[in-house]
């Protein structure tokens, strides 16, 4: 009996312990995490039901925007702009993308990575070359 009872609770503190493991759960939520635009350009709004999260890195193609000077991303609303794209936070749950034209004639990938604690969520926009 007592054997069985030491059983039970490894088994139980095995099943707990690995339960905790493997990061946070989706605590942003996003509405869409990709769409396709049109060589023309586009754009997308997105919401959001959690609201603690904040834009950590975005990349087109291969190049890397991460170093956001001056915009607090934590705040509840700012605006990222670069040559061919828009990022803006309007609210705390609400995202506005834009991207101008795509002038090349290859697809165009744009990703935007999101952050809330431990938890990591992107938006991939596609668009199509022209």
């Given at each position: 009996?007592?054997?069985?009872?030491?059983?039970?609770?490894l088994v139980f503190s095995i099943t707990l312990i690995l339960s905790?493991?493997g990061g946070w759960r989706d605590n942003i939520k996003l509405s869409t995490k990709s769409a396709e635009?049109?060589?023309?350009?586009?754009?997308?709004?997105?919401?959001?039901?959690?609201?603690?999260?904040?834009?950590?890195?975005?990349?087109?193609?291969?190049?890397?925007?991460?170093?956001?000077?001056?915009?607090?991303?934590?705040?509840?609303?700012?605006?990222?702009?670069?040559?061919?794209?828009?990022?803006?936070?309007?609210?705390?749950?609400?995202?506005?993308?834009?991207?101008?034209?795509?002038?090349?004639?290859?697809?165009?990938?744009?990703?935007?990575?999101?952050?809330?604690?431990?938890?990591?969520?992107?938006?991939?926009?596609?668009?199509?070359?022209?």
């Amino acid at each position: 009996m007592k054997k069985a009872l030491i059983f039970i609770l490894l088994v139980f503190s095995i099943t707990l312990i690995l339960s905790s493991c493997g990061g946070w759960r989706d605590n942003i939520k996003l509405s869409t995490k990709s769409a396709e635009f049109s060589a023309n350009g586009d754009s997308i709004l997105i919401t959001t039901k959690g609201n603690s999260w904040w834009l950590t890195e975005i990349t087109v193609d291969y190049n890397k925007f991460y170093n956001f000077d001056g915009i607090d991303v934590h705040a509840d609303s700012y605006v990222v702009k670069q040559d061919c794209f828009v990022f803006q936070r309007r609210d705390k749950n609400t995202i506005f993308i834009k991207l101008e034209p795509n002038p090349n004639n290859l697809k165009r990938t744009v990703t935007f990575e999101l952050e809330a604690g431990d938890y990591f969520d992107r938006v991939t926009i596609t668009q199509n070359p022209n």
